[in-house]
């Protein structure tokens, strides 16, 4: 039987992205130091995990290890509480080594994708191979990849890199829903997807575009986490742009209250999601691909 979840909600703020513009929002943060401020304000408003991509000075996708060390020293200074989740997308024509080149800096999470997929008009390439080889290599550094899934067949996929023991519990899952190409932003696919997780499976959701507001509603009530971010809109409401990420996380922190939920703490965060279980006992190794 169905009970009103009375436990915390832990917010992502996915503040930068790769596909947002300043053209689009003007208060898009896209240098170190403007990622450390946006990161810090999130946090304030009641975010906990803050998902990180960076950008060259004028606004180009950037995967270097230095833009990254920026970025993340800059966050750590302004928000040293927070927990800090590189993005490990791919960018057109980027090899495995490049896209891992963040992971060098020991963030406690990163994003890994499980699976390829179409979004608008570009192939999102995440071949089987380099999955198994990121998720080597995230364990490996002693991090915990929060694992993205556009689509069920990538919720098929993470259930079967599970069993392989390629990905090791606790699992964290990201549902994104509503981006072009991937699975709508229709309720019933994101109760069927929670459907299709593995038993102690974390998960939180995203709506991409003007359905950010309405799965993260519909995440809340049912005992999810959420993501929001000017990585996934620019905007607060039709025909009005998002004054700043903290404005976002401070309508999820609203919302949430309401419906008998507090924002977590990055401390609750990290206990809730078991950040530290691994960290504390390097003798818990999961089996490896070979
Ligand atoms: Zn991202």
């Known amino acids: 039987m169905f009970e009103p979840s009375s436990e915390p909600v832990i917010i992502t703020c996915a503040i930068t992205g790769n596909k947002t513009t300043r053209e689009m929002n003007p208060d898009l943060p896209l240098t170190p130091k403007e990622q450390g401020?946006?990161?810090?304000?999130?946090?304030?408003?009641?975010?906990?995990?803050?998902?990180?991509?960076?950008?060259?000075?004028?606004?180009?996708?950037?995967?270097?290890?230095?833009?990254?060390a920026e970025a993340v020293g800059e966050?750590?200074?302004?928000?040293?509480?927070?927990?800090?989740?590189?993005?490990?997308r791919a960018a057109a024509g980027e090899g495995i080594d490049y896209r891992g080149n963040c992971l060098e800096l020991r963030t406690e999470m990163c994003s890994l994708n499980v699976g390829s997929i179409n979004i608008g008009n570009e192939v999102f390439l995440n071949s089987p191979p380099d999955v198994r080889k990121l998720a080597a290599r995230i364990y490996e550094l002693g991090i915990e990849p929060e694992l993205d899934c556009f689509d069920l067949g990538h919720l098929e996929s993470l259930v079967e890199l599970r069993k392989r023991g390629i990905l090791r519990d606790p699992l964290r899952a990201l549902l994104v829903l509503g981006i072009n190409g991937g699975i709508t932003a229709d309720p019933g696919n994101l109760v069927h997807m929670v459907s299709r997780l593995p038993p102690g499976a974390h998960w939180s959701a995203v709506g991409i575009g003007r359905f950010q507001l309405t799965v993260a509603v519909q995440a809340l009530i049912m005992g999810g986490n959420v993501r929001v971010g000017l990585e996934d809109t620019a905007y607060f409401r039709r025909g009005e742009v998002a004054r700043s990420n903290a404005q976002l996380v401070e309508r999820v922190v609203r919302l949430a209250r309401e419906l008998g939920r507090e924002a977590a703490t990055p401390a609750q965060a990290r206990d809730i999601l078991q950040l530290n279980v691994r960290r504390r006992s390097s003798a818990v190794a999961g089996p490896t691909e070979a």
Do not use: Q, Y
């Not at 966050?75 to 490990?88: D, L, Y």
């Open 75 to 88: 966050i750590r200074s302004r928000a040293p509480e927070a927990i800090i989740e590189v993005s490990t």
């Open 37 to 68: 401020i946006a990161a810090s304000e999130a946090v304030a408003a009641g975010a906990s995990i803050i998902h990180l991509h960076v950008r060259e000075s004028n606004g180009a996708e950037c995967h270097t290890l230095e833009r990254f």
